[in-house]
């Protein structure tokens, strides 16, 4: 989480705060959190209830089908919560983000999609199809945000006059290009 100086608009000197701790205290993460524990919660409950009277209903490929599926599923849901569980330390203060970037390590946040084709799919049972689906699009959003909001260690402070911190920013897009 990089944190540099800036100048307000009335001339003082302000601390910039970085996309990560920004969007971790916002609502829109308590949200995310709030969703993905959510569905940690009625999958695990799926599984455990319903989806284990279902599977046995199952023709055997199918039944193979949903035993990877929900393999997957698990895996999937526990790479989420490990990454907000990790986030909201951070913001808490619980963890400082040098911990957290050691931590970092154990969560295996990766794409993981169906292993099964459209037919067979459509003979899973429809509520364990929907908390794939759910699963699916709380992982895309995850993976998007862990791309754009990157966990590093604080920079320290830079301070540079407004005009030299514009210079190194214009020399610092050349370099990269």
Partial sequence: ?????????????????????????????????????TLVEESASYLDGPGRVASRALRRPVALAYATESMRLTTRLMQIA???????AVTEGEIT???ALTERHRVRLTRQ??????????????????????????QSRVLHLDGATPMRAASPVVSLPPLAAQFA???AAFRGA
């Fill in 113 to 138: 999609d169906l292993s099964c084709d459209a037919a067979m799919l459509a003979e899973l049972p429809a509520e364990f199809v929907a908390l794939t689906e759910r699963s699916l699009r709380l």
């Fill in 169 to 171: 920013r214009v020399e």
């Fill in 82 to 88: 490990s990454w907000l569980l990790l986030r909201r």
């Fill in 1 to 37: 989480m990089s944190v540099c100086s800036e100048f307000s608009n009335n001339g003082t000197k302000d601390e910039a705060v970085s996309f990560v701790q920004r969007h971790t205290n916002s609502e829109a993460f308590r949200t995310l959190f709030r969703e993905g524990m």
């Fill in 97 to 99: 983000p040098a911990q």
